[in-house]
């Protein structure tokens, strides 16, 4: 047996029996840690060269610094980290009920990549793979800057991939959108419109205010400090919107403009759309009371289901399922719903008045072909059955150190 010693800015190999610590030299050299453990002297030699070539190549990580425990490190990590209310609200949950719980106690170089591979089979009896992929993800966050400031050598997070089916969700045909809003009353089915043709996201258009839409330029505008509303610890408030590219103008189709203009006339409140009595509206409620009877039926009230299981978010895919459909470029579907497109064509690509001019045309034909006879038939005549685009919610852990560029993982409605 054999073990390496580090004393000072020297390394040693040595029989296991040495203990230079407690021999008569300790005082002029202090052993500052060990590693044993090898079965031979040899071993232990060689160990100790590969720690001196680290060393000169700038590339040894004191095992020291990876004692720190995960709970020490988590505190130091959420003061440097800024990201928005809701994000990081979403951040706390996961710590506090499923990272801390198993390895805050834990020094980071104790967190290996086979624990954290049976730790995320152990999540997936009970959570969404979407959840998990969160939760994952989170955790390489916070493992990667401890990589980054010299903690631990490598992340074990890192090139993890949670295995799972993408689930493809549904998207509504315009004639169910209609159908849905014939439901509602007057605000909450402008809403719903607002969503299915804007493609906006649900904290966006909670947070909509009316200095925020141009109905002369027939445009609403997302703000960068006000853009969303947040709910947080059962309270709400606006704040940043999800990233820095969902801050954005989108240009509406003309019958939105008069659909905006009239709901103007007869409301008076700062935000376009509120929830009963006028107070601002909250997800979970919208979806009891409006969304899930409207969409997947009530019968108390003679309703059937038309379009089961679909979410409020799945107006998005919806949205941008259309404007595939309408053959509108890539680079002016991401800037509409908000997303930063990767790569050489998002330094490249730009979208032009052009674009924007066909893509509205679409969006306002689509809404004349529909209202003008809104009976099944006819719709799916005018939007005949086809092979339908897949849209699928990113549900795998990030392959490298950082968080993916548009992970659009908040809780569906």
């Known amino acids: 047996?054999?073990?390496?010693?580090?004393?000072?800015?020297?390394?040693?190999?040595?029989?296991?029996?040495?203990?230079?610590?407690?021999?008569?030299?300790?005082?002029?050299?202090?052993?500052?840690?060990?590693?044993?453990?090898?079965?031979?002297?040899?071993?232990?030699?060689?160990?100790?060269?590969?720690?001196?070539s680290d060393?000169?190549?700038?590339?040894?990580?004191?095992?020291?610094?990876?004692?720190?425990?995960?709970?020490?490190w988590v505190k130091v990590w959420t003061d440097a980290h800024d990201v928005s209310i809701g994000?990081?609200?979403?951040?706390?949950?996961?710590?506090?009920?499923?990272?801390?719980?198993?390895?805050?106690?834990?020094?980071?170089?104790?967190?290996?990549r086979i624990t954290v591979k049976a730790w995320v089979k152990s999540l997936r009896r009970t959570l969404a793979d979407v959840t998990v992929a969160d939760v994952v993800t989170l955790l390489s966050m916070v493992l990667g800057e401890a990589v980054e400031e010299g903690l631990i050598p490598a992340n074990p997070c890192r090139k993890l991939r949670i295995t799972a089916e993408g689930r493809e969700r549904p998207h509504a045909r315009p004639w169910q959108v209609v159908r849905i809003v014939e439901r509602c009353e007057p605000t909450?089915?402008?809403?719903?419109?607002?969503?299915?043709?804007?493609?906006?996201?649900?904290?966006?258009?909670?947070?909509?205010?009316?200095?925020?839409?141009?109905?002369?330029?027939?445009?609403?505008?997302?703000?960068?400090?006000?853009?969303?509303?947040?709910?947080?610890?059962?309270?709400?408030?606006?704040?940043?919107?999800?990233?820095?590219?969902?801050?954005?103008?989108?240009?509406?189709p003309e019958f939105l403009v008069t659909l905006l203009a009239e709901h103007r006339d007869r409301q008076d409140h700062d935000h376009v759309f509120t929830g009963v009595h006028g107070g601002l509206l909250r997800r979970s409620n919208f979806r009891n009371r409006v969304w899930v009877p409207r969409v997947n039926g009530d019968p108390r009230r003679g309703w059937g289901p038309i379009l089961a299981g679909l979410h409020f978010h799945d107006l998005r895919?919806?949205?941008?399922?259309?404007?595939?459909?309408?053959?509108v470029p890539?680079?002016?579907?991401?800037?509409?719903?908000?997303?930063?497109l990767g790569g050489v064509r998002g330094i490249y690509s730009h979208v032009t008045q052009v674009?924007?001019?066909?893509?509205?045309?679409?969006?306002?034909?689509?809404?004349?072909?529909?209202?003008?006879?809104?009976?099944?038939?006819?719709?799916?005549?005018?939007?005949?059955?086809?092979?339908?685009?897949?849209?699928?919610?990113?549900?795998?852990?990030?392959?490298?150190?950082?968080?993916?560029?548009?992970?659009?993982?908040?809780?569906?409605?």
């Open 188 to 252: 909450d089915g402008l809403l719903i419109t607002t969503a299915a043709y804007t493609g906006m996201r649900w904290g966006e258009l909670a947070g909509l205010r009316w200095p925020n839409v141009d109905l002369a330029r027939g445009t609403v505008r997302v703000d960068p400090e006000t853009g969303a509303l947040h709910e947080v610890g059962g309270r709400v408030e606006l704040g940043p919107p999800k990233t820095p590219a969902s801050v954005r103008t989108i240009h509406l």
């Open 1 to 52: 047996m054999g073990h390496v010693s580090d004393e000072g800015d020297d390394v040693h190999a040595g029989p296991a029996a040495t203990t230079s610590a407690t021999q008569p030299k300790a005082a002029a050299r202090r052993t500052i840690a060990t590693e044993s453990g090898f079965e031979s002297l040899t071993e232990a030699r060689n160990r100790a060269e590969d720690i001196k």
């Open 317 to 327: 895919h919806t949205h941008k399922t259309w404007l595939i459909e309408d053959g």
């Open 355 to 413: 674009m924007i001019d066909d893509l509205l045309a679409g969006l306002q034909r689509r809404w004349e072909q529909v209202t003008m006879n809104t009976t099944e038939e006819c719709s799916q005549n005018t939007y005949p059955d086809q092979e339908p685009f897949k849209i699928f919610c990113s549900q795998n852990a990030p392959e490298n150190d950082q968080q993916p560029t548009d992970g659009d993982r908040r809780q569906a409605v």
């Open 87 to 112: 994000a990081w609200a979403k951040y706390d949950f996961h710590l506090r009920n499923h990272i801390l719980p198993k390895f805050g106690h834990l020094a980071l170089n104790e967190i290996t």
């Open 330 to 340: 890539e680079v002016a579907q991401a800037k509409r719903l908000g997303h930063r």
């Open 55 to 72: 060393q000169r190549r700038g590339r040894f990580v004191d095992p020291r610094a990876g004692q720190t425990l995960l709970g020490e």
